[in-house]
C-alpha cells in the first residue's frame, strides 16, 4: 500500500500582500505613477499641515481677557472668539432676556431627538415632525419677539448672530418645501394657465441671484405695498429667501413627481380618489421619498445662503464675525474670526448632508437587490 | 340603445365635472394673478408719483459722476450712465468666464483625483469637497478679500516672483504684453494653422474609413499648432513686447494688475465651484458600467482609446446636463461681488446707480432681465451641446 496523498498544507499569503505592508503596497505604491502620486501627497501634507496645526493648536492663545493676552508667536488668538462668543450665537439680544433663546433651542432639541431615535414608533414621530413644523414656529416666535404674557418685547433689529441665521434657515425651510411642493404639482398640471403661471414664476426666481431678490425685498417691496403698509426688515428678507429656494424645491420635487409611473395615477383614480388624495396619499409619499438626497441640498444650499442678508444689513452669523472683525480694539484677527463662522457653518451643512445618507439609506425600500 | 343608456352610471352634476371645475379652477387663478399684478402696478404708480421719481429710462444719458477701479472698455466719471452699465456687464461676464474656466479645471483635477487608486490622493481630495463646498461662498469670499488679500503688505514690501509679478495689498501686478507691427502675421499664422488642422483632421477621418489606418491626428496637430505661429513669430522678429511693473515712489506702474477685488472673487468662486464639479465628474465617470472598460479591452483598444472612445462620451452624457447648473449657478453667484465692492452689474449699477439716481425698479428690472438673459443662452447652448453627445435611440 503507497502512502495516501496528503497534500501540504496551505502556505500562508505572502507577508507583503497583506497587513499593514499589503496595504501600502496595493494602495499607495501600485505603479511608478502612484509612487509618484504619493509623494506628491504626502509633500502637500507636509507643506500644509504642520504650520496650520501649529497656527491653529500648538501657539495659539486660549486664555485671557483682552487682545493683549495675544501677540505673541503668531498663533492664532481663540480669546478673540470667546470675548466675543454670546454676540456671535445671539446678536444684540438684550443679555437679561438670553434664557428665551435658549429655552427656545432646548424645545427644539428635546422635540427634534426622538426623530432621530430609532426606537420610537413611526406614528409618534410623525406627529412630533408635524407639531415641530406648525407648533413650534409659533412657540418660538413668541419666545423670541415677546410681547405676551409679560415678556418684554424684543425688536427684530436685536436679534442676530447664529439665533438669526437659524431663524432665517427654518423659516426658510418651513416655508419653501410647501410651496415647492404646490408649485411642482401646479407645473405637472393638465390646465394649461395654472402649468403657465407656475413655469414663469419657478423660471423667473431661478434665473436671477438670490443677491438681486434680496435687494429688490428691500428695495422695490416698500414701492409696491400701499402706502402707510410697511414691513419690518427680517419680514422682508424672509419673504424673498423663501420664494427663492421654493423655486428651487419645486423643481427638486418635480424630478420626484416624474420619477413616478404613470400606473399610480391611474390605480389611485380608478379606486375613486380625488385629486387632492390621490396625490397626497399615493403619489406624493413616494416622489418626495425620492428626492430627500434633492431636498437636503436645497436646504443646505439655503442654509449658505442665509449668510447673503448681510448686504441688505442683517447681522446674521456672517455679518456680526465681520462686524467683529473690523472693531477697532479687535483688528487683525479676521482669520479667526473667519475660520470660526466657517467651522460653524460647516458643522451644520455637513451634519445635514450625512444625515441625508443615512435617511437615503434607511427608506430605500423596494428596489433594493 | 336605451337600455345601454339606462344602464349608464347618472352624469356627475356640473360641479363635480373636471372639465367645468378645471376652467373654473383656471379662471379664479388667472383673475387672482391680474389682480396681484395690477394692485402691484396700482401702488407703485401711486407710490412713485407721491415720491416724486420720473420712471423711465432717460436716466441712462445722463453723467455718472463717480468711477469704477477696473474698467474694460473706455470710462471716466463723466461718462453715462449707459457706460457704467456696459462697464459692470463686461466686468461680470469677464468673472464668469474666467471663473468657468478655473473651475471646470480645478473640478475635473479633483474629481478624477477622488477616484485614483492612491488612497492618499482620494482621501485628499474627498477633504477637498467636503470642505469647500460646505462653507458659504460668501464666508469665503470675505476670507480671501479681508484675511489674506487685504492683509498683504504695501507696495515696497511687495512679495516678489523672480521680480516680474508683484503681491501686494494693491493687487497682483504681472507683466503686461504690448502687441508691435507685424503680430497680425502671428495671428494670421494661428489661423491658417487651425485651418490646416481641421483639413488634416477631416483628411485622416476619409482614410480611416476608407483603407483602416489611422493618423496620429492629435500630435500632428499640437506640433502644426504651436510650430507654424512659433515660426512666424520667430521670423517677425518677436513682434511682442513684455511691460513689466515698476515701483515708482510708493506705488507699481505698468503692466498687468489684478485688483484684489477681483483676485479673491475668482479665487473664492472657482474652489467652491470646483468642489461642486469634482463630484458631477466622479459621479459621470462612475455611471459608467465597468463592463465598458472589459468589452473596450478585449474589442483591442487600448487605454487611450477606450478612455476617449468608449467612457469619455457615455460619461459626459451623465455630466453635462448638471454641469450647465454648475455653471449657471457660477455665474448668478459672481454677483457676490457687491459685498467687496468689485464692480460688477450689482454692485455698481443696481448699487451705485440706484442709489445715486433712485430708479429702483429701472435698476433692479434691468439687471434682473440680463441674468435672465445669460441664464437663458447659458442653458440653451449647453442643451444643443448635450443633444450633440446624448444617446440616439431607434
Redesign the interface.
Known amino acids: 500500500m503507497a502512502g495516501s496523498y496528503t497534500p501540504h498544507p496551505d502556505l500562508p499569503p505572502p507577508a507583503n500582500v497583506v497587513g499593514v505592508p499589503g496595504w501600502v503596497r496595493r ?2 505604491l ?1 505603479s511608478p505613477l ?1 509612487i509618484a ?2 509623494v ?3 509633500y ?2 507636509y507643506v500644509t499641515l504642520p504650520p496650520l496645526l501649529n497656527w491653529a493648536l500648538f501657539n495659539a492663545t486660549w486664555t485671557g481677557e483682552t487682545r493683549e493676552a495675544c501677540q505673541t508667536n503668531g498663533g492664532a488668538c481663540w480669546v478673540f472668539i470667546q470675548v466675543h462668543f454670546d454676540q456671535f450665537m445671539y446678536g444684540f439680544y438684550p443679555e437679561a432676556q438670553r434664557w428665551r433663546v435658549n429655552i427656545a433651542a432646548l424645545l427644539l432639541i428635546l422635540g427634534a431627538a426622538p426623530l432621530f431615535a430609532g426606537r420610537v414608533p413611526n406614528k409618534l414621530k410623525v406627529r412630533l415632525g408635524l407639531g415641530l413644523l406648525v407648533i413650534y414656529p409659533i412657540i418660538a416666535f413668541v419666545l423670541f419677539k415677546g410681547g405676551l404674557f409679560g415678556l418684554p418685547a424684543v425688536d427684530t433689529r436685536r436679534w442676530g448672530g447664529l439665533l438669526l441665521t437659524l431663524v432665517i434657515a427654518g423659516v426658510g425651510m418651513t416655508a419653501a418645501l410647501p410651496l415647492g411642493v404646490l408649485l411642482a404639482l401646479g407645473r405637472r398640471s ?5 402649468q403657465s ?1 407656475c413655469v414663469t414664476f419657478i423660471e ?1 426666481w ?7 431678490v434680496l ?2 425685498s428691500s ?2 417691496l ?6 402707510g403698509m410697511n414691513f419690518d426688515k427680517l419680514l422682508r428678507a424672509l419673504i424673498g429667501v423663501t420664494l427663492f429656494q421654493a423655486a428651487y424645491m419645486a423643481e427638486v420635487v418635480r424630478g420626484g413627481l416624474q420619477a413616478i409611473p404613470k400606473g399610480q395615477f391611474e390605480a389611485a383614480a380608478a379606486l375613486g380618489l380625488g385629486y387632492w388624495k390621490i396625490m397626497a396619499l399615493i403619489v406624493l409619499p413616494q416622489a418626495l421619498k425620492l428626492v430627500i438626497p434633492g431636498i437636503v441640498n436645497t436646504f ?1 444650499a439655503l442654509f ?5 442678508v ?2 441688505i444689513g442683517l447681522f446674521d452669523l ?1 455679518n456680526i464675525v ?1 462686524n467683529a ?1 473690523t472693531n477697532p480694539e479687535w483688528l487683525g484677527f ?2 479667526e474670526g ?1 475660520v470660526f ?2 467651522a460653524v ?2 458643522l451644520f ?2 451634519s445635514m ?1 450625512r444625515y441625508s445618507q443615512s435617511l437615503e439609506k434607511r427608506l430605500h425600500t423596494g428596489h433594493k437587490r | 340603445m336605451t337600455e345601454q343608456a339606462a344602464s349608464l352610471p347618472p352624469k356627475p352634476p356640473f360641479w363635480n365635472d373636471p372639465h367645468i371645475r ?1 376652467i373654473v ?3 379664479v ?2 383673475i387672482a ?1 391680474i389682480t396681484f399684478g395690477w394692485r ?1 402696478f396700482d ?2 404708480q ?3 408719483s ?1 415720491l416724486g421719481i420720473a420712471s423711465g429710462f432717460d436716466f441712462l444719458s445722463s453723467s455718472a459722476g463717480f468711477d469704477i477701479i477696473q474698467t474694460l472698455i473706455p470710462y471716466s466719471a463723466a461718462s453715462s450712465y449707459g457706460q457704467v452699465f456696459w462697464v459692470a456687464l463686461l466686468n461680470t461676464l469677464l468673472v464668469s468666464a474666467l471663473g468657468i474656466i478655473f473651475a471646470t479645471l480645478l473640478g475635473f483635477i479633483i474629481g478624477v483625483a477622488r477616484l ?6 482620494a482621501k ?1 481630495a474627498l477633504i477637498y469637497i ?2 469647500f ?8 469670499i ?2 480671501w478679500y ?2 489674506v488679500l ?2 498683504m503688505p504695501s507696495p515696497r514690501q511687495s512679495l516678489s516672483l523672480g521680480d516680474t509679478a508683484f503681491l501686494n495689498i494693491r493687487g497682483l501686478y504681472l507683466p503686461a504684453p504690448h502687441v508691435q507691427t507685424g503680430f497680425g502675421w502671428v495671428l494670421a499664422a494661428l489661423g491658417i494653422a487651425i485651418i490646416l488642422v481641421i483639413m488634416l483632421a477631416r483628411w485622416a477621418r476619409q482614410r480611416q474609413m476608407a483603407t483602416g489606418q489611422s493618423f496620429p491626428v492629435l500630435r500632428m496637430s499640437l506640433a502644426l499648432l504651436f510650430s507654424v505661429p512659433l515660426a512666424v513669430f520667430w521670423l517677425m522678429g518677436s513682434p511682442l513686447h513684455w511691460e513689466y511693473p515698476e515701483l515708482r515712489g510708493f506705488n507699481f506702474q505698468g503692466g498687468l494688475v489684478i485688483i484684489p477685488e477681483m483676485a479673491s472673487l475668482l479665487l473664492a468662486l472657482s474652489i467652491y465651484t470646483a468642489a461642486f464639479i469634482a463630484e458631477i465628474v466622479r459621479a459621470g465617470i462612475q455611471a459608467v458600467s465597468h463592463g465598458q472598460t472589459e468589452a473596450s479591452f478585449s474589442l483591442g483598444l487600448n487605454s487611450h482609446l477606450t478612455l476617449r472612445l468608449i467612457i469619455l462620451p457615455q460619461a459626459l452624457r451623465v455630466i453635462i446636463p448638471p454641469l450647465t447648473n454648475q455653471y449657471l449657478n457660477l455665474t ?2 459672481s ?2 461681488a ?2 467687496i465692492g468689485y464692480p460688477d452689474l ?1 454692485a455698481a449699477f ?1 448699487g451705485t446707480v ?1 442709489n445715486q439716481t433712485g430708479q ?2 429701472e435698476c ?1 428690472a434691468i ?2 432681465a440680463v ?2 438673459t445669460i ?2 443662452l447659458i442653458s440653451l447652448t449647453m442643451n444643443w451641446y448635450n443633444r450633440q453627445v446624448a444617446l440616439v435611440e431607434r
Open positions: 494602495n499607495l501600485s502612484n502620486l504619493t506628491l501627497a504626502l502637500l501634507l393638465q390646465m394649461p394657465a395654472i403661471l423667473f431661478r434665473g436671477v441671484p438670490l443677491i438681486t435687494f429688490m428695495v422695490m416698500p414701492l409696491f405695498l400701499p402706502e443646505i449658505k445662503d442665509t449668510s447673503l448681510l448686504i456672517m465681520h472683525t479676521s482669520t473667519y463662522a466657517a457653518y460647516w451643512c455637513f448632508s | 378645471a379652477f383656471q379662471a387663478a388667472l394673478a402691484i401702488n407703485t401711486d407710490n412713485l407721491r485614483s487608486k492612491n488612497w492618499l490622493i485628499l467636503e470642505i463646498r460646505n462653507i458659504p461662498l460668501l464666508l469665503q470675505f476670507f479681508f484675511a487685504r492683509a448668478k453667484n454677483s457676490l457687491a459685498a450689482v443696481a440706484l429702483a425698479i433692479i439687471t434682473m441674468y435672465l441664464s437663458l
